[in-house]
Each structure stands twice: as C-alpha cells, then as structure tokens.
C-alpha cells in the first residue's frame, strides 16, 4: 500500500521561480488537501478538494493553485515563490461525502520547501 | 468559524509520567475530533478519533473523551514512555455547505519524555 505519496521531498528554489508540489493516493479517496506546517502554528489549510474537478481554497490559498483533473492527483502550484513560503508541506486524503465526515485523514511524508 | 485550541508546549515529562494535554475547540454542529502525532521527520497519522458527545476514543494506552459541555477532548495516559516523545494535534473535522467537510488542527503540543 503506497498511501499518499508526495514529491519531492527536499526542494530550494530562489524567489520568483515556479514549481509544482505532487500528491498522489491509491485509495480511491475523494478529499484530497494541502496544509503547510510552520514553526509555532502547526496546520494551515491551502486548498482542499472534495472530488475530481472540485477545489475550494482553506485559511491561507494566495500564492497557491491547486487543480484536481483525476481523484488520484492533486498537485500544488507555487507561482511565484517568496521566502515567506518556506515551509513544510503535507497533503492529505480521507473518504468524503455528505453522509461520511466522521473520517481520518492519511499524510503524506511531507515537502520541506525553503525559499531563498 | 471553526477554530482549536490546544496547549502550548514543549511539555517535558519523566518516563512513567501521567500526560495530559489540553485541547478545546469552537464549531457549528457537531464535529468529529482527533487527536494526531507526527514523530520526527515523518508526516501526521492518526492516533485516536470520537465521532460524538461522550465517546472516548483511545489507542495505544492514549485515551480521549468528547466532552461537548466543555467543547473539549484533553489527551491522557496513564505512563508516558520515551517513545512517546513527539508533537501531538488536536483536530475537529466538520461538514461544509458545499459537501465534503473540513478538517481544521490545532498548532501542536511537543511532548518530551527523559529516561
């Protein structure tokens, strides 16, 4: 069982450049989410997905673009980077649906990104 | 809005210890509430959930209880042991408009346990 799956897991990039973060999962899973882990402030929400075709953006999208073309994928875009989106990235999938909350989320290994 | 709220760290304990970590939160309806651990260098799993009022949820000598009164689902064990050193999440997760649902962390307690 892969699980979820990100790459890469070490990046550095100079401010202005663009690159996209990769999240995969093999359980069929419709939620799919981006969070970054900073020092003192645990888990802030980018973008989340409840399905193919379907994203909606968490506490803290700018900067940041998400797009959901199959229920397996679900990369994240940085556009520009600035330093103050270094940081550890994990994404995340859990079974979703209206009838289905009461679901645990599985993490990737996480992105640790620095921006220099 | 949605919103948890756990106890800042580090907490260092001796092994053996009694561990207590605090959490409370703020939602709308009634949300299902976690508690994750993340060990060095590795992403978050899962380490016990309840899903409604007075459940407890526990796991590996870990329990919790949803206490909807107090809007609160405080980490307990009995006796830390080293192994047990880590950051812990508090999490509620709750139904959205739009279908689907959010899950919203607290910003994390570092637990230390010395030998």
């Known amino acids: 069982n892969a699980g979820v799956t990100q790459t890469p897991k070490f990046q550095v990039l100079k401010t202005g450049q663009s690159m996209t973060l990769q999240c995969a999962q093999d359980?069929?899973?419709?939620?799919m989410s981006w969070y970054r882990q900073d020092p003192g402030m645990g888990l802030r929400l980018i973008h989340y997905s409840v399905g193919a075709g379907i994203t909606d953006q968490g506490e803290v999208p700018n900067g940041y673009n998400v797009s959901r073309s199959t229920t397996e994928d679900f990369p994240l875009r940085l556009l520009s980077a600035a330093p103050s989106q270094t940081s550890v990235y994990f994404c995340?999938?859990?079974?979703?649906?209206?009838?289905?909350?009461?679901?645990?989320?599985?993490f990737g290994q996480g992105t640790r990104l620095t921006v220099v | 809005g949605n919103s948890v709220t756990q106890m800042e760290g580090p907490v260092t304990l001796s092994e053996e210890a009694f561990l207590t970590i605090n959490c409370t939160y703020t939602?709308?309806?009634?949300?299902?509430l976690f508690w994750y651990v993340q060990y060095p260098g590795e992403g978050l799993q899962l380490l016990l959930k309840a899903t409604k009022a007075d459940d407890k949820g526990s796991n590996k000598g870990f329990e919790a209880t949803y206490r909807k009164e107090t809007t609160s689902f405080h980490l307990e064990k009995g006796s830390v042991q080293v192994s047990d050193s880590a950051v812990y999440f508090c999490?509620?997760?709750?139904?959205?408009?739009?279908?689907?649902?959010?899950?919203?962390f607290g910003a994390g307690t570092r637990l230390f346990v010395k030998a």
């Open positions: 359980m069929n899973h419709e939620y």
């Open positions: 999490a509620l997760s709750a139904p959205q408009s739009t279908g689907g649902f959010k899950t919203i």
């Open positions: 939602a709308t309806g009634y949300p299902s």
């Open positions: 995340a999938s859990s079974l979703s649906g209206a009838l289905r909350v009461n679901t645990e989320a599985f």
